[in-house]
């Protein structure tokens, strides 16, 4: 099945596994598409907190809601101001 | 958008989420600062459930979402019951009939044929598989003036078509007859042939003598076989009379002068005679003959009497009499009137020729004339 992250991976000769922690995309600010995400932290109107392996990822902005969520993907909708990465 | 909506307590939200995104997917996740809405497929609403209750999490709210929330909303449960109980109901009247419809029959009465039914053991609310229309159809067939007979189902409707025999008076009737001729003047407004040849149709202006129908009819062969000329022709008959008033008429009356003379006969020779000498002007003579004894002797009186009268000049104001006379010329019209006949149309006209008024009274009936 086609992955987007694993062919841009290939394209640029990464090694899958190293680079297959967590795959976050932000679309205009408006929408966050993460995969691998381990569990959320926090959930608020102004700041979204969740686990990724081996680290922690806050999306801050205003209005935040959670569009979608699974075991392993978030997608994240609202005013999206900042995506913190940490560990 | 479908699915179901879940309305928690947002304390402790992040850990329930979490525990249900491990088997489940949520969407539209939106949290205050009381409460955390959220969405769920249908499927998974039971166990989405479970594990809020084994969380002790607070359900405010659950509801259907997207078009099962409508239909929730829309049909109460008595509603949607209400209508499986009339499909169900609906289902099982199929299976029977619930009326039983005859057709076609003229002479035959509905009850005839409802007997032949009700000796068949056909009745209102028989199941249909229990119904043989074939063999029904060949009992119907063996009333008496029934030559044909079909019976469908239709919907929950037995229906008994029946065609009656015909009268085959062509057969009977087979001989010389005369043509039917018109009696009146008219023009034929409706025309139904029985049997014969019809020599007119609607719209036509017949006069009297006029042949109506013929007394045969032509085969497949082109023979004429001879037949009794039946049939139904309505017309429209215009009936005129007329009356004429003098506007001076003159008059005679008896002014009550008379005078008597008499003779008695016996054996019709003179016996007795009693003279009188007439003095009057104008008189009127009336004469009489009594038998005074028929027995041995046969005695006869004959008596004239003489009236005196005068001649009188009257003036007649029609104008003042105008109904009067124009009732009168109408009940000559109506002298030609029928039971049946039905007064279409009724106009009069006056015109005056000297010193002489005609009416003339036109009625238009419709008359059936054969």
């Keep these: 099945m086609f992955n987007f992250f694993n062919e841009l991976a290939l394209d640029y000769n990464l090694n899958i596994g190293e680079y297959n922690q967590f795959n976050l995309v932000n679309l205009s600010n408006r929408l966050v598409y993460i995969e691998g995400q381990k569990g959320i932290i926090k959930i608020a109107t102004d700041c979204i907190t969740f686990r990724v392996k081996k680290g922690v990822i806050s999306v801050f902005g205003q209005n935040l809601t959670i569009k979608r969520i699974t075991d392993t993907t978030l997608v994240i909708s609202g005013e999206i101001k900042q995506i913190e990465s940490g560990v | 958008m479908k699915g179901f909506k879940f309305e928690i307590s947002s304390l402790n939200s992040e850990k329930c989420i979490n525990l249900i995104i491990q088997k489940y997917e949520i969407f539209n996740f939106s949290k205050n600062d009381e409460k955390v809405i959220f969405y769920c497929k249908n499927k998974d609403k039971k166990n989405i459930e479970k594990i809020l209750k084994k969380l002790n999490q607070k359900i405010y709210n659950k509801s259907y979402f997207g078009l099962l929330f409508h239909i929730k909303n829309i049909f109460s449960i008595g509603i949607i019951f209400g209508i499986f109980l009339s ?16 057709v076609g ?21 028989k199941p249909k598989k229990n119904i043989n229309t074939k063999i029904l159809q060949n009992k119907i067939e063996k009333i008496d003036h029934i030559s044909y007979a079909s019976v469908i189902i239709r919907g929950n409707t037995l229906i008994v078509n029946v065609k009656e025999e015909l009268t085959n008076n062509e057969v009977i ?21 029985i049997q014969g040849t019809l020599k007119v149709k609607v719209g036509d202006v017949i006069k009297i003598g006029d042949v109506l129908v013929e007394p045969y009819i032509t085969n497949q062969a082109g023979e004429k076989i001879s037949v009794e000329p039946l049939a139904d022709i309505v017309c429209d008959v215009y009936i005129t009379s007329n009356l004429n008033i003098k506007e001076h008429q003159i008059k005679t009356k008896r002014t009550g002068n008379s005078l008597t003379s008499f003779e008695l006969y016996a054996f019709n020779l003179p016996i007795f005679k009693k003279q009188v000498n007439v003095t009057f002007k104008t008189y009127e003579k009336e004469e009489n003959e009594v038998y005074i004894s028929n027995i041995l002797l046969p005695i006869k009186r004959k008596e004239t009497t003489y009236y005196e009268t005068v001649t009188t000049k009257e003036n007649i104001n029609f104008e003042e009499n105008k109904q009067t006379f124009i009732e009168e010329c109408k009940q000559i019209a109506l002298l ?8 279409k149309n009724e106009s009069y006209s006056i015109y005056k020729i000297d010193d002489t008024y005609t009416i003339l009274y036109t ?8």
């Design chain 2, 173 to 193: 009737n087979i001989g010389n007859f005369d043509p039917i001729v018109s009696i009146y003047d008219g023009q034929i407004t409706s025309a139904k042939l």
């Design chain 2, 363 to 370: 009625l238009t009936l419709s008359k059936k004339i054969c």
């Design chain 2, 336 to 343: 030609n009137f029928a039971k049946y006949d039905i007064i």
């Design chain 2, 87 to 102: 499909c169900i109901l609906w289902g099982i009247s199929t299976l029977f009939i619930t009326d039983i419809l005859v």
């Design chain 2, 105 to 125: 029959n003229y002479n035959l009465t509905t009850k005839e044929i409802f007997e032949v039914l009700e000796n068949n053991d056909i009745y209102k609310w």
